[in-house]
């Protein structure tokens, strides 16, 4: 399998997460039918501590752990809930890397971010979606990944809100080990195209808040121009 087609087995599965949560389900629940669907899809392992969906719900979402440390809680979806899910499927030594902040009110999966009714979690998807909009007008194939870093920093602190990832960074290149990763972060002067593909997460909240969101995709440059795999 190429990178984009493990890719599409994440995303693939978090539309099929999508239809199937339900008020109740618990969350060791929810993981086992996200990785069991990336089976299904073709994923042969999870390559993230072998950990194929990291999932946090309600005001647990705020959380930042190293896969070496994390736990799927003992708990249970509400009728109005936030739930993140971080997926990590792999095919043989090929990666996907993807993450997306659910919103469920009055029991249903809200697809549409202007249809939330919650404001806090509507703002926070939306400022997700300004993230990735600033990524792509801000980033060059010689942008270093330190510089990055620091001008995403600087945009989220700007319009009010924390980054919330236990290391500090907003993603990660894609590699075939996970300790051979490279970081979007402070000190890293490598060029972005000095890579094939990179994730951008940003992990945040607004400061004090219980609720945190999340937003990953894989990037890679073509002709120059970044692209979303």
Request: proline residues 1%; aromatic residues 12%; negative net charge.
């Amino acid at each position: 399998m190429t990178n984009a087609e493990v890719q599409q087995i994440a995303k693939l599965t978090i539309a099929y997460v999508k239809s199937q949560i339900k008020v109740g389900m618990s969350l060791i629940k929810l993981r086992e039918l996200t990785e069991s669907k990336m089976s299904d899809l073709g994923a042969t392992s999870f390559w993230y501590w072998d950990i194929g969906a990291f999932v946090f719900s309600g005001n647990e979402t705020t959380l930042s752990v190293s896969g070496k440390h994390y736990r799927t809680a003992d708990r249970k979806i509400e009728n109005n809930d936030i739930i993140t899910v971080d997926l990590s499927p792999q095919s043989g030594n090929v990666w996907g890397d993807y993450a997306r902040t659910l919103i469920i009110e009055n029991g249903k999966v809200v697809s549409d971010i202007n249809k939330i009714s919650n404001a806090e979690w509507k703002n926070g998807l939306l400022m997700e979606e300004r993230l990735h909009n600033e990524l792509s007008a801000f980033a060059t194939p010689k942008t270093t990944f330190e510089e990055l870093y620091l001008h995403i920093n600087e945009f989220i602190a700007a319009n009010g809100y924390i980054n919330l990832d236990f290391m500090g960074n907003l993603g990660h290149s894609i590699a075939t080990h996970k300790d051979d990763r490279i970081y979007i972060e402070k000190g890293n002067i490598l060029h972005l195209d000095s890579v094939k593909y990179f994730t951008f997460e940003p992990h945040i909240a607004v400061k004090g808040s219980q609720y945190g969101f999340k937003k990953e995709n894989i990037y890679y440059f073509e002709n120059g121009k970044i692209s979303e795999l």
